[in-house]
């Protein structure tokens, strides 16, 4: 069935960057708008960045903009979180996710329907 699979670096010192990639089975992947969120314990998963289902509108949350980019390839059916300028603050589990039969961006977690295994992202001081 669907499943998206990430990876990536999750260990890096502040101020650095690493790159986390969302590789999706779904066939139609080129028409889900994709999502990342980040959780952390005893808090609600929280929207990070989206990305509409062509790659051509993106949305982020404050505590992130300018620091990290969403992006997509669909030809590889792989979405993709850039994130620069790491703060300890960032440290949570991020998990990538994908709606179903919506082009456009969300950020409520609800209207998510596929969703990746989880990474923790620790950033150290």
């Known amino acids: 069935q669907v499943q998206l699979v990430e990876s990536g670096v999750g260990l890096v010192q502040a101020g650095g960057s690493l790159r986390l990639s969302c590789a999706a089975s779904?066939?139609?992947?080129?028409?889900?708008?994709m999502g990342w969120f980040r959780q952390t314990p005893g808090n609600e998963r929280e929207f990070v960045a989206g990305?509409?289902?062509?790659?051509?509108?993106?949305y982020y949350a404050d505590s992130v903009k300018g620091r990290f980019t969403i992006s997509r390839d669909n030809a590889k059916n792989t979405a993709y979180l850039q994130m620069n300028s790491l703060k300890p603050e960032d440290t949570a589990a991020y998990y990538c996710?994908?709606?179903?039969?919506?082009?456009?961006?969300?950020?409520?977690?609800?209207?998510?329907?596929?969703w990746g295994q989880g990474t923790q992202v620790t950033v150290s001081s």
């Open positions: 779904v066939r139609t992947f080129s028409r889900n708008a």
């Open positions: 996710a994908a709606r179903a039969s919506w082009s456009s961006i969300s950020t409520r977690a609800f209207e998510y329907d596929y």
């Open positions: 990305t509409s289902a062509s790659g051509g509108s993106t």
